[in-house]
């Protein structure tokens, strides 16, 4: 019934960019909280970077300073802008969304399926 779907991944060079989106839609009232997950190979998925409700951000040690998180709440939309990409920066990036539904009382969590980024040494 909602559905998170990203977009925007690919292969880039060191040193390079990418934007990632995602959109949500569906049977949705409000979205409460959004956040970027990426999995490299090999390793544990991890959180990124998220956006809460009054758009205060907070991210991993490791993206500070070069990436940043953005939601639109009037498209039901967040984007991750990623500079300075490092090939460590390498894996599957996934939206995450606290998702309040229509007609329904409580929050519920959601997953994309996920992009390829890759940076190349």
């Known amino acids: 019934q909602v559905h998170l779907v990203e977009s925007g991944g690919g292969l880039v060079q060191a040193g390079g960019s990418l934007r990632l989106s995602c959109e949500a839609s569906g049977s949705i009232w409000s979205v409460a909280t959004w956040a970027w997950y990426r999995q490299a190979p090999g390793a544990q998925r991890e959180r990124v970077a998220v956006?809460?409700?009054?758009?205060?951000?907070s991210y991993e040690l490791s993206v500070k300073d070069r990436f940043t998180i953005s939601r639109d709440n009037s498209k039901n939309t967040v984007s991750l802008q990623m500079n300075g990409l490092k090939p460590e920066d390498t894996g599957v990036y996934y939206c995450?969304?606290?998702?309040?539904?229509?007609?329904?009382?409580?929050?519920?969590?959601?997953w994309g399926q996920g992009t390829q980024v890759t940076v190349s040494s």
């Open positions: 995450n969304a606290d998702i309040l539904r229509r007609r329904s009382t409580f929050q519920e969590n959601f």
């Open positions: 956006v809460f409700s009054d758009s205060r951000t």
